[in-house]
C-alpha cells in the first residue's frame, strides 16, 4: 500500500472542503471496497479523510411516511430496521442477500451504493482496463467474461455494478441527498445517480469531486408485494449472475403498477421500463409476463462467456412475477 495522510472530519462542511482541496484525497467510511482496492494499487489516494464518526447514522421517518437515511448507517442496521422489513421488505431482502454479516456490519449505505466494480480485469494492474486506466482497453471484451453486462455497455467497458442494494433502491425510487463544496444541496433520483460507461467507463457517477451523499430517501411504501431474487453460483457471498427487485400490485386480475430493477446485468442498476410498461392494464398470466421478460433483455448483447444471462434474466423475471401473483411458471 502507498503512503497516504489521514484526517478525520468533525462535520459534513469540513469534510466536503478537504476533499475538494486535494484531488487525489478519498473518503472513507466502512473501508470494505477502498481499503481492498488501495492495498492492490488500484486506488491510490494521497489523503483519506475519515467520515465514519459525522452524525449520519439516523434512520427516520419522513413528513410524507418515507423514510430518510443517514449515510453512515450500517447494512445490517438498515436490514434489521422494523420500519424496512415491514415497509419496504425488498430492501431487507437484497441486503441480506448482498454479503456475509461481519461485511454487512461494517459496510455503510452511500459507502454500498458507491462501490466499485468486481471485475477481475478491474482489479489486476497487469491486464487492460479502461475504467482503471483510461485508454488502456477492456480485456473482458475477449476474455473470461462470464460475471459481465449484457446491457448498457460500450466497446470501452462491460463491466457490472455490484451492489444488490442499489438494485432494490432503484426499484423503489429512492434518491440520496448530497452536499457539494460550496455548502450547497441537492437531491437526485438514484437510477440518474449512475452514469453508463460510454467512452468515460472511469467516471462512474454524477457526483462532483468533493460531493458527498448525506442521506438517501424513500418515497412512501409502494402498493402491492415487493420481492427480491438473487441468482449466483453459491447460495451466500457471491455476486449476483442475475438479480430482479419486483414491486407489483394486482387487481381485478390486471396488473395496476409495476417496477422492476435489475442487477448483474449492467453497469449500473438497470431500471426496465420497458417491461413494465409491458406489465400495466394486462392480465396476471404467463404470457403477459414472458412478453414482459422479452421487453426487458430486448437490447441486450453477451460477450460469448456471459450469453447465458440473456435467457437466465428473462426466466427470473418471469418467474419472479409468477410468484408475486400466484401464478404458475413454467422452466
Given at each position: 500500500?502507498?503512503?497516504?495522510?489521514?484526517?478525520?472530519?468533525?462535520?459534513?462542511?469540513?469534510?466536503?472542503?478537504?476533499?475538494?482541496?486535494?484531488?487525489?484525497?478519498?473518503?472513507?467510511?466502512?473501508?470494505?471496497?477502498?481499503?481492498?482496492?488501495m492495498k492492490l494499487g488500484i486506488e491510490r489516494p494521497?489523503?483519506?479523510?475519515?467520515?465514519?464518526?459525522?452524525?449520519?447514522?439516523?434512520?427516520?421517518?419522513?413528513?410524507?411516511?418515507?423514510?430518510r437515511i443517514g449515510a453512515q448507517v450500517r447494512n445490517?442496521?438498515?436490514?434489521?430496521?422494523?420500519?424496512?422489513?415491514?415497509?419496504?421488505?425488498?430492501?431487507?431482502?437484497?441486503?441480506?442477500?448482498?454479503?456475509?454479516?461481519?461485511?454487512?456490519?461494517?459496510?455503510?449505505?452511500?459507502?454500498?451504493?458507491?462501490?466499485?466494480?468486481?471485475?477481475?480485469?478491474?482489479?489486476?494492474?497487469?491486464?487492460?482496463?479502461?475504467?482503471?486506466?483510461?485508454?488502456?482497453?477492456?480485456?473482458?471484451?475477449?476474455?473470461?467474461?462470464?460475471?459481465?453486462?449484457?446491457?448498457?455497455?460500450?466497446?470501452?467497458?462491460?463491466?457490472?455494478?455490484?451492489?444488490?442494494?442499489?438494485?432494490?433502491?432503484?426499484?423503489?425510487?429512492?434518491?440520496?441527498?448530497?452536499?457539494?463544496?460550496?455548502?450547497?444541496?441537492?437531491?437526485?433520483?438514484?437510477?440518474?445517480?449512475?452514469?453508463?460507461?460510454?467512452?468515460?467507463?472511469?467516471?462512474?457517477?454524477?457526483?462532483?469531486?468533493?460531493?458527498?451523499?448525506?442521506?438517501?430517501?424513500?418515497?412512501?411504501?409502494?402498493?402491492?408485494?415487493?420481492?427480491?431474487?438473487?441468482?449466483?453460483?453459491?447460495?451466500?457471498?457471491?455476486?449476483?449472475?442475475?438479480?430482479?427487485?419486483?414491486?407489483?400490485?394486482?387487481?381485478?386480475?390486471?396488473?395496476?403498477?409495476?417496477?422492476?430493477?435489475?442487477?448483474?446485468?449492467?453497469?449500473?442498476?438497470?431500471?426496465?421500463?420497458?417491461?413494465?410498461?409491458?406489465?400495466?392494464?394486462?392480465?396476471?398470466?404467463?404470457?403477459?409476463?414472458?412478453?414482459?421478460?422479452?421487453?426487458?433483455?430486448?437490447?441486450?448483447?453477451?460477450?460469448?462467456?456471459?450469453?447465458?444471462?440473456?435467457?437466465?434474466?428473462?426466466?427470473?423475471?418471469?418467474?419472479?412475477?409468477?410468484?408475486?401473483?400466484?401464478?404458475?411458471?413454467?422452466?
Amino acid at each position: 500500500m502507498l503512503p497516504f495522510s489521514y484526517e478525520r472530519a468533525s462535520d459534513v462542511q469540513q469534510a466536503v472542503s478537504l476533499m475538494a482541496a486535494q484531488p487525489q484525497a478519498r473518503f472513507i467510511a466502512g473501508g470494505t471496497n477502498l481499503i481492498d482496492l488501495m492495498k492492490l494499487g488500484i486506488e491510490r489516494p494521497s489523503h483519506l479523510i475519515d467520515i465514519s464518526r459525522l452524525p449520519l447514522a439516523a434512520i427516520e421517518d419522513s413528513t410524507d411516511g418515507g423514510l430518510r437515511i443517514g449515510a453512515q448507517v450500517r447494512n445490517s442496521d438498515l436490514a434489521a430496521d422494523s420500519r424496512v422489513r415491514e415497509r419496504y421488505p425488498l430492501l431487507s431482502q437484497a441486503l441480506l442477500a448482498g454479503a456475509s454479516g461481519q461485511i454487512r456490519n461494517k459496510a455503510s449505505a452511500a459507502g454500498n451504493l458507491l462501490q466499485r466494480t468486481r471485475c477481475p480485469y478491474f482489479y489486476d494492474p497487469g491486464m487492460a482496463c479502461n475504467k482503471r486506466v483510461p485508454g488502456s482497453g477492456c480485456s473482458a471484451q475477449q476474455g473470461h467474461n462470464r460475471m459481465h453486462a449484457i446491457l448498457g455497455t460500450s466497446e470501452a467497458c462491460i463491466a457490472v455494478h455490484p451492489s444488490d442494494m442499489a438494485v432494490a433502491m432503484v426499484a423503489l425510487e429512492a434518491r440520496v441527498e448530497t452536499v457539494l463544496p460550496d455548502g450547497k444541496r441537492r437531491s437526485l433520483a438514484l437510477d440518474q445517480l449512475y452514469r453508463l460507461p460510454g467512452t468515460t467507463p472511469e467516471v462512474e457517477t454524477q457526483l462532483a469531486h468533493g460531493e458527498m451523499i448525506e442521506a438517501i430517501t424513500l418515497p412512501p411504501p409502494p402498493p402491492g408485494r415487493q420481492l427480491y431474487r438473487k441468482v449466483r453460483d453459491r447460495s451466500s457471498y457471491a455476486f449476483a449472475l442475475v438479480a430482479v427487485a419486483l414491486v407489483i400490485e394486482v387487481g381485478a386480475g390486471q396488473v395496476r403498477t409495476a417496477r422492476i430493477a435489475l442487477g448483474g446485468v449492467a453497469p449500473k442498476p438497470w431500471r426496465a421500463t420497458a417491461a413494465e410498461q409491458a406489465l400495466l392494464g394486462q392480465p396476471s398470466d404467463m404470457r403477459v409476463y414472458q412478453r414482459a421478460a422479452d421487453a426487458a433483455l430486448a437490447g441486450a448483447r453477451g460477450q460469448g462467456g456471459n450469453d447465458f444471462k440473456i435467457p437466465l434474466a428473462k426466466r427470473t423475471l418471469r418467474q419472479l412475477l409468477a410468484c408475486a401473483t400466484q401464478e404458475r411458471a413454467s422452466a
